[in-house]
């Protein structure tokens, strides 16, 4: 079956960095995503990657590595606004996502 | 990024009531359109995905005569949940992707259903 595991909550200090990883097993591979999704809220679009490596963008980085099924999403400096869940989703050979179940991040000052 | 749009935001109906909620594409044409429900501290769960033109294409366990979606045009897609009860009451996404390989989906803001 497919799979995408990610811890269920993390919590970090403002300032500080974190790091969310995701692990997956899925029928083919054709990307792999990071959402945001504050409560209440739908989910915002962070990165998407498919070839292995690191994309940075801003406070934001995203790795993947297909060999492993492994991403991570770092976040540099928290703010208090980055308490959210973050959404691992891989898309599958059909083109359809995967959705983790999400990892809940609590900022303290 | 794209802009999707949904409608209502929050509805409150009675038991046994049917609600339709439309996702429009503000700034695209959006040959596809997934909806979503998403429980409480839970995962988006997949529920249909709506191609344009023809019929939608629902995820097993879904009831299609009990979540109807209609896809009539490039920049509209509703869904109708017939007959509400409480157990439906949920939170509805819809997305829709922009990319030539349906990367990237942008989400619409959501609506939030509660069934008396």
């Known amino acids: 079956g497919q799979n995408i595991d990610q811890p269920t909550e993390m919590t970090a200090t403002e300032g500080a960095i974190v790091q969310i990883n995701c692990t997956y097993q899925?029928?083919?591979?054709?990307?792999l995503f990071w959402y945001q999704q504050h409560a209440g809220e739908a989910p915002t679009f962070l990165s998407y990657n498919v070839l292995d490596g690191l994309e940075e963008k801003g406070r934001f980085s995203s790795f993947l590595s297909r060999s492993k099924g492994y991403s991570y999403l770092l976040l540099k400096e928290l703010q208090m606004k980055d308490s959210a869940s973050y959404l691992c989703a891989v898309m599958d050979s059909n083109y359809q996502l995967i959705w983790g179940a999400g990892t809940k991040l609590i900022i303290k000052p | 990024g794209a802009v999707v749009s949904q409608h209502p935001s929050r509805v409150i109906c009675k038991s046994g009531t049917s609600v339709k909620i439309e996702c429009r594409s503000l700034d695209f044409q959006a040959t596809t359109m997934f909806w979503y429900r998403q429980f409480p501290k839970k995962s988006l769960m997949l529920m249909a995905t709506s191609n344009e033109g023809s019929k939608a294409t629902y995820e097993q366990g879904v009831e299609k005569d009990k979540f109807l979606i209609n896809h009539a045009s490039l920049t509209l897609s509703t869904l109708t949940v017939t007959s509400a009860h409480p157990e439906d009451s949920s939170f509805y996404i819809c997305s829709s992707g922009t990319g030539e390989n349906r990367e990237t989906q942008y989400f619409g803001p959501g609506t939030r259903l509660l069934v008396l």
């Open positions: 899925t029928s083919g591979f054709n990307g």
